[in-house]
C-alpha cells in the first residue's frame, strides 16, 4: 500500500512539474511586449457550472465470471467548478459534480442470454487539477491532470433475472435501489486527466467564459473490498465530454 | 501538444500499475485449476468455492476470513504430518472439516470430503458433515434423525387402519431417478363418526410430479385418486384434506403445482429467489417473484368452500417438504399447519450441473474428485424474511416428544381441528 502511494504521488509530482516546466518555457518564449495568455488576467477567481454526459467501464478479473460480459453505459454529469489563476498558463480547477458511472452485465450462457443487469451508480465527484492553458487571447487550450475523491452515494439496478424450477426457466424484469453491503468500497479516488476549450464571450462581458472539457476519471481505489485472503478489486473508467459556463472576477 | 499527450500516456501507464490485481477465485465448483495434492491446498481451494458461490452469506454469521486463518494452519500441520511419514487418519480430517463447516446455516449442506492419502487403519476414505443436521440434534424436541423416524412414521402407517375408520388405503414404492432414491406412498381415506371423510397423503420425498406426469408410473393411480378426492368429492362429503410431510425429505419444486395451484384461479406469488451472480459474498441477483399457476387437470377453490386443508410437518421435513407447508400457508387461507418447527433447509437447489447457470449449488464429484459440497443454488425469501436454518414454525405446535414419539397426536390434532371447521 506505501509503495502504491508513492508511486502516485511520484506520477503526480511528475506530470506537474514536467508540464509546468513546458507551460512556462512557452511563456517566457512569448515575451513581454507580446500578448498575454490569459485574456483578463486580474480575474484569478472564476465560478461556473458545467453539465454533460459521461460513458463508463469497468475493468475487473474475469476470475469467477463464467459468462457475463460487461460493456459500457451512458450517464451524466453536472455540477460546478471554481477555478484561480496563479499565473496565465497555471491555474487549479476543483470540481464538484454527481456523476452517473454506470455499467451493464450481460449474461451469455445458452438460453440465459436474456439475462442482463445496468448497474446505475451515481457518485458525487471532487475533482482537484492542475489546469495548463495555452493559445489565444479568446481562444484557449487546456490541459488538465490532477485527482479526485469520491463517494458512491446510490446505486440501482434493473434488467431481467430468471427463476427456475424443475422443468422450466422462467424470466422476470426488474428494476430495484440496491442497499448497499460491507463488500462496497463508497469512498474511491484516482486520477483524472484530459483537455479542454474555452471562449470568452464578446458579446456578454469579457467575463464570461464557455468551455468544453473531455476529462478520463480512473479510480486507483476499487468499489470492491477485499477480503483478507481474497482480493476481487473492481475500477470503473469514466470518460466525461462536459460544457461549461464561468464567471470570472 | 504532442508531447503534453505523451507525457500523459506515460502517466496512465505508471498509473495502471496502481491498480491491485486480482487473486485467482474460482467460481464454485470450477475445476480448471483443481491441482490440490495437499490437505492444506484441498481446504483452500473448498474455502474457495464457498467463499465466492455460497449464496446464503448475507444472513449467515459465519466469519469466513477466520475459519481460514485458524483452520489453514492445521491443515498445514496436516501436510507436514503425511511429509514425515505419520498417518492422517479420517478422523484427524473430520474433526477439522467438522469445525470449517459445522457452523454454516445451510441445512441442505452435506460435506463429503476423501482422505487424499488414506490412512492404513482407516476403513472408509470419505468423511460427511451435515451442518444442519448438527444444529437440529440441539434443538430440546429432537428425538431421531429423518431415516429412522420415516421408519417409525411406516410401521405407523401400517397400523393406521386398527386405530381409524378407513375407507380406502392405497400404497405405492416407486424409484426416481432424478432424485437417487426410492419414494413410498400412502394414501388413506379417513371416515369421520359423522360419515365426512378426509383424503390424507404421506410420501417420503416431495414427488408427486415425476408420477402424475406420467400415467404408467408406479404411484400414478394413488396420486390421482388423492387428487381427485381433494378436488373432485362433493364439499358435504370432504370434511378436509391433510397432507403429511413427516420426515418428508425434499425433492420436486414443481410439486407446488399440485399443492398450491390446484386451489388457485390465477398465477400467486409464493416467495422469492435469489441466486449467485458473481464471486463477491453478497453478490447476488436481484430478488425474483417465484410464481405458482393454477393447475388445469386438478381443480378446486377450497377457499371459497371453505375446505380445510391441514398439513403436518417436523423437524426432520426439509426442503420441500417444508416449503410446501410454506407455501400452502402463505396463499391459501383455509390452510392449518401443525407438528414442530421444520428443519430449515429452505434453499432450492439444482444439480451440480447447473451450476455454470447459478454460480452457486452442489459442486464436485466424490467418484470422481476428492470432494463433493451439497449445498443450496437458490435463497429463498418468504414473507420478506430468509428462513434458511430456522424452518417454519406451524400454527398449532404438537411436539412428538410430549407424546413418547407417538405419531399419532399429531394426526389427532389435525383431524380435531378439521372436525372443528364446517
Same mark, same amino acid.
Given at each position: 500500500?506505501?509503495?502504491?502511494?508513492?508511486?502516485?504521488?511520484?506520477?503526480?509530482?511528475?506530470?506537474?512539474?514536467?508540464?509546468?516546466?513546458?507551460?512556462?518555457?512557452?511563456?517566457?518564449?512569448?515575451?513581454?511586449?507580446?500578448?498575454?495568455?490569459?485574456?483578463?488576467?486580474?480575474?484569478?477567481?472564476?465560478?461556473?457550472?458545467?453539465?454533460?454526459?459521461?460513458?463508463?467501464?469497468?475493468?475487473?478479473?474475469?476470475?469467477?465470471?463464467?459468462?457475463?460480459?460487461?460493456?459500457?453505459?451512458?450517464?451524466?454529469?453536472?455540477?460546478?467548478?471554481?477555478?484561480?489563476?496563479?499565473?496565465?498558463?497555471?491555474?487549479?480547477?476543483?470540481?464538484?459534480?454527481?456523476?452517473?458511472?454506470?455499467?451493464?452485465?450481460?449474461?451469455?450462457?445458452?438460453?440465459?442470454?436474456?439475462?442482463?443487469?445496468?448497474?446505475?451508480?451515481?457518485?458525487?465527484?471532487?475533482?482537484?487539477?492542475?489546469?495548463?492553458?495555452?493559445?489565444?487571447?479568446?481562444?484557449?487550450?487546456?490541459?488538465?491532470?490532477?485527482?479526485?475523491?469520491?463517494?458512491?452515494?446510490?446505486?440501482?439496478?434493473?434488467?431481467?433475472?430468471?427463476?427456475?424450477?424443475?422443468?422450466?426457466?422462467?424470466?422476470?424484469?426488474?428494476?430495484?435501489?440496491?442497499?448497499?453491503?460491507?463488500?462496497?468500497?463508497?469512498?474511491?479516488?484516482?486520477?483524472?486527466?484530459?483537455?479542454?476549450?474555452?471562449?470568452?464571450?464578446?458579446?456578454?462581458?469579457?467575463?464570461?467564459?464557455?468551455?468544453?472539457?473531455?476529462?478520463?476519471?480512473?479510480?486507483?481505489?476499487?468499489?470492491?473490498?477485499?477480503?483478507?485472503?481474497?482480493?476481487?478489486?473492481?475500477?470503473?473508467?469514466?470518460?466525461?465530454?462536459?460544457?461549461?459556463?464561468?464567471?470570472?472576477? | 501538444?504532442?508531447?503534453?499527450?505523451?507525457?500523459?500516456?506515460?502517466?496512465?501507464?505508471?498509473?495502471?500499475?496502481?491498480?491491485?490485481?486480482?487473486?485467482?477465485?474460482?467460481?464454485?465448483?470450477?475445476?480448471?485449476?483443481?491441482?490440490?495434492?495437499?490437505?492444506?491446498?484441498?481446504?483452500?481451494?473448498?474455502?474457495?468455492?464457498?467463499?465466492?458461490?455460497?449464496?446464503?452469506?448475507?444472513?449467515?454469521?459465519?466469519?469466513?476470513?477466520?475459519?481460514?486463518?485458524?483452520?489453514?494452519?492445521?491443515?498445514?500441520?496436516?501436510?507436514?504430518?503425511?511429509?514425515?511419514?505419520?498417518?492422517?487418519?479420517?478422523?484427524?480430517?473430520?474433526?477439522?472439516?467438522?469445525?470449517?463447516?459445522?457452523?454454516?446455516?445451510?441445512?441442505?449442506?452435506?460435506?463429503?470430503?476423501?482422505?487424499?492419502?488414506?490412512?492404513?487403519?482407516?476403513?472408509?476414505?470419505?468423511? !460427511?458433515?451435515?451442518?444442519?443436521?448438527? =444444529?437440529?440434534? &440441539?434443538?430440546? *424436541?429432537?428425538?431421531? #434423525?429423518?431415516?429412522? +423416524?420415516? $421408519?417409525?412414521?411406516?410401521?405407523?402407517?401400517?397400523?393406521?387402519?386398527?386405530?381409524?375408520?378407513?375407507?380406502?388405503?392405497?400404497?405405492?414404492?416407486?424409484?426416481?431417478?432424478?432424485?437417487?432414491?426410492?419414494?413410498?406412498?400412502?394414501?388413506?381415506?379417513?371416515?369421520?363418526?359423522?360419515?365426512?371423510?378426509?383424503?390424507?397423503?404421506?410420501?417420503?420425498?416431495?414427488?408427486?410430479?415425476?408420477?402424475?406426469?406420467?400415467?404408467?408410473?408406479?404411484?400414478?393411480?394413488?396420486?390421482?385418486?388423492?387428487?381427485?378426492?381433494?378436488?373432485?368429492?362433493?364439499?358435504?362429503?370432504?370434511?378436509?384434506?391433510?397432507?403429511?410431510?413427516?420426515?418428508?425429505?425434499?425433492?420436486?419444486?414443481?410439486?407446488?403445482?399440485?399443492?398450491?395451484? !390446484?386451489?388457485?384461479?390465477?398465477?400467486? =406469488?409464493?416467495? &422469492?429467489?435469489? *441466486?449467485?451472480?458473481? #464471486?463477491?459474498?453478497? +453478490?447476488? $441477483?436481484?430478488?425474483?417473484?417465484?410464481?405458482?399457476?393454477?393447475?388445469?387437470?386438478?381443480?378446486?377453490?377450497?377457499?371459497?368452500?371453505?375446505?380445510?386443508?391441514?398439513?403436518?410437518?417436523?423437524?426432520?421435513?426439509?426442503?420441500?417438504?417444508?416449503?410446501?407447508?410454506?407455501?400452502?400457508?402463505?396463499?391459501?387461507?383455509?390452510?392449518?399447519?401443525?407438528?414442530?418447527?421444520?428443519?430449515?433447509?429452505?434453499?432450492?437447489?439444482?444439480?451440480?450441473?447447473?451450476?455454470?447457470?447459478?454460480?452457486?449449488?452442489?459442486?464436485?464429484?466424490?467418484?470422481?474428485?476428492?470432494?463433493?459440497?451439497?449445498?443450496?443454488?437458490?435463497?429463498?425469501?418468504?414473507?420478506?424474511?430468509?428462513?434458511?436454518?430456522?424452518?417454519?414454525?406451524?400454527?398449532?405446535?404438537?411436539?412428538?416428544?410430549?407424546?413418547?414419539?407417538?405419531?399419532?397426536?399429531?394426526?389427532?390434532?389435525?383431524?380435531?381441528?378439521?372436525?372443528?371447521?364446517?
Amino acid at each position: 500500500m506505501k509503495t502504491r502511494c508513492l508511486k502516485l504521488i511520484a506520477a503526480v509530482l511528475f506530470c506537474w512539474i514536467t508540464m509546468g516546466i513546458q507551460a512556462q518555457t512557452t511563456s517566457e518564449s512569448i515575451g513581454k511586449d507580446q500578448i498575454p495568455l490569459q485574456p483578463d488576467f486580474s480575474a484569478k477567481w472564476s465560478l461556473g457550472i458545467k453539465l454533460g454526459a459521461s460513458w463508463t467501464s469497468i475493468s475487473q478479473s474475469n476470475w469467477g465470471r463464467i459468462d457475463e460480459t460487461y460493456t459500457s453505459l451512458y450517464g451524466g454529469d453536472i455540477g460546478v467548478s471554481a477555478r484561480y489563476a496563479f499565473t496565465d498558463w497555471f491555474a487549479l480547477r476543483a470540481d464538484l459534480s454527481t456523476m452517473t458511472r454506470s455499467y451493464r452485465m450481460d449474461r451469455n450462457l445458452n438460453y440465459l442470454d436474456p439475462v442482463y443487469t445496468n448497474h446505475i451508480n451515481r457518485f458525487v465527484m471532487l475533482p482537484i487539477m492542475a489546469d495548463f492553458s495555452f493559445g489565444g487571447k479568446q481562444l484557449q487550450g487546456h490541459a488538465y491532470c490532477g485527482g479526485y475523491g469520491s463517494y458512491w452515494w446510490w446505486e440501482s439496478r434493473d434488467g431481467r433475472t430468471y427463476w427456475m424450477t424443475d422443468y422450466y426457466v422462467y424470466f422476470e424484469n426488474f428494476d430495484e435501489d440496491r442497499k448497499f453491503n460491507s463488500e462496497d468500497q463508497r469512498f474511491i479516488g484516482g486520477v483524472v486527466g484530459g483537455f479542454g476549450v474555452s471562449y470568452t464571450l464578446r458579446s456578454l462581458s469579457k467575463k464570461d467564459i464557455v468551455s468544453l472539457d473531455v476529462l478520463y476519471y480512473y479510480d486507483l481505489v476499487s468499489h470492491h473490498k477485499s477480503y483478507s485472503h481474497l482480493s476481487d478489486p473492481r475500477y470503473l473508467n469514466t470518460l466525461t465530454v462536459t460544457i461549461g459556463w464561468a464567471f470570472c472576477f | 501538444m504532442k508531447r503534453n499527450i505523451i507525457i500523459l500516456a506515460a502517466v496512465a501507464l505508471i498509473f495502471s500499475g496502481c491498480r491491485k490485481q486480482a487473486d485467482y477465485h474460482p467460481y464454485i465448483g470450477e475445476t480448471s485449476d483443481l491441482a490440490y495434492n495437499s490437505y492444506s491446498t484441498q481446504f483452500e481451494y473448498l474455502w474457495k468455492c464457498i467463499s465466492t458461490g455460497y449464496v446464503f452469506w448475507d444472513v449467515d454469521k459465519t466469519d469466513w476470513d477466520n475459519v481460514y486463518d485458524e483452520y489453514m494452519p492445521k491443515f498445514l500441520d496436516l501436510d507436514n504430518k503425511h511429509e514425515a511419514g505419520q498417518d492422517v487418519t479420517l478422523n484427524d480430517l473430520d474433526a477439522l472439516y467438522r469445525g470449517v463447516f459445522g457452523g454454516m446455516i445451510d441445512h441442505h449442506m452435506k460435506v463429503y470430503v476423501k482422505n487424499l492419502f488414506p490412512s492404513s487403519s482407516d476403513t472408509i476414505t470419505k468423511l !460427511t458433515v451435515r451442518p444442519g443436521q448438527m =444444529e437440529v440434534e &440441539k434443538r430440546d *424436541y429432537y428425538i431421531e #434423525p429423518r431415516e429412522e +423416524e420415516q $421408519s417409525h412414521l411406516l410401521e405407523f402407517l401400517s397400523g393406521m387402519e386398527a386405530v381409524y375408520d378407513i375407507e380406502v388405503h392405497e400404497s405405492a414404492t416407486a424409484p426416481v431417478e432424478e432424485l437417487n432414491n426410492t419414494v413410498t406412498y400412502h394414501y388413506f381415506l379417513i371416515r369421520l363418526a359423522d360419515g365426512r371423510k378426509i383424503p390424507y397423503l404421506w410420501q417420503s420425498m416431495a414427488a408427486l410430479t415425476p408420477m402424475l406426469r406420467d400415467s404408467s408410473s408406479p404411484a400414478y393411480d394413488l396420486l390421482d385418486h388423492w387428487m381427485k378426492a381433494i378436488t373432485e368429492m362433493p364439499r358435504e362429503q370432504l370434511a378436509g384434506i391433510i397432507l403429511d410431510n413427516r420426515a418428508n425429505s425434499g425433492g420436486y419444486q414443481d410439486d407446488l403445482d399440485y399443492l398450491v395451484g !390446484t386451489f388457485l384461479d390465477e398465477k400467486t =406469488e409464493i416467495f &422469492k429467489t435469489r *441466486y449467485k451472480e458473481g #464471486p463477491g459474498r453478497y +453478490e447476488h $441477483s436481484a430478488w425474483s417473484p417465484y410464481y405458482i399457476y393454477p393447475q388445469s387437470k386438478y381443480h378446486r377453490d377450497i377457499t371459497a368452500e371453505n375446505i380445510p386443508y391441514v398439513v403436518i410437518c417436523d423437524i426432520n421435513s426439509v426442503s420441500m417438504g417444508e416449503i410446501e407447508p410454506t407455501a400452502i400457508k402463505a396463499v391459501l387461507p383455509t390452510s392449518h399447519i401443525i407438528g414442530e418447527r421444520t428443519f430449515g433447509g429452505t434453499g432450492p437447489l439444482q444439480p451440480a450441473t447447473s451450476i455454470n447457470l447459478n454460480y452457486g449449488g452442489p459442486f464436485g464429484d466424490i467418484s470422481t474428485m476428492s470432494h463433493y459440497i451439497y449445498t443450496s443454488t437458490f435463497e429463498s425469501n418468504i414473507g420478506g424474511a430468509v428462513h434458511e436454518g430456522i424452518g417454519l414454525t406451524p400454527d398449532q405446535v404438537v411436539l412428538r416428544k410430549d407424546h413418547n414419539g407417538d405419531f399419532k397426536p399429531q394426526l389427532d390434532a389435525a383431524i380435531e381441528y378439521i372436525q372443528g371447521i364446517h
